[in-house]
């Protein structure tokens, strides 16, 4: 009777021991719950910040003050746009989608058209890694690529 109960005990004490390891392991990390987005060298969650990406250009892109203040212009815009197609509950997701496509494609082709030479050419290029990266997230590349962060923009 005494050696049964000893087991009991023993055995209660391991089980409390282990709970919290073993929940610790079933919980996914913050890293695998969202998707991330791009903000001065770190990710995010939601629509980047008109500021911080005109930031993130400049650097990328050598943008002179001028080119500063109307990319941050058009990227104020287009994300004041996207966010009223955020809040608009009478379309359908799928019709939101498409219009915010719409104006992505827009916005960029603004930026690209205040852009010179050298710099649209840098600009094609981080576009295109960006699409790649995007085609590579949503048809669930092997090796992991939709784990990854888009390129920087």
Do not use: Y
């Amino acid at each position: 009777m005494l050696k049964q109960c000893l087991l009991v005990l023993i055995a209660a004490g391991l089980i409390s021991i282990a709970a919290p390891f073993a929940a610790a392991q079933d919980s996914p990390s913050n890293d695998q719950q969202s998707p991330p987005a791009h903000d001065n060298g770190r990710w995010h969650h939601g629509p980047p910040d008109p500021a911080e990406r005109t930031k993130e250009l400049t650097k990328q892109l050598k943008l002179t003050s001028d080119q500063q203040t109307k990319v941050q212009d058009v990227l104020q815009s287009e994300h004041s746009q996207m966010e009223s197609l955020r809040q608009d509950t009478s379309s359908s997701q799928q019709d939101r989608h498409a219009k915010m496509m719409e104006i992505h494609k827009s916005s960029d082709a603004q930026i690209r058209a205040l852009l010179d030479s050298n710099q649209q050419k840098k600009w094609d290029e981080m576009q295109s890694k960006r699409e790649q990266w995007m085609q590579n997230r949503h048809s669930g590349a092997p090796g992991g690529a939709d784990q990854q962060g888009p390129p920087p923009q």
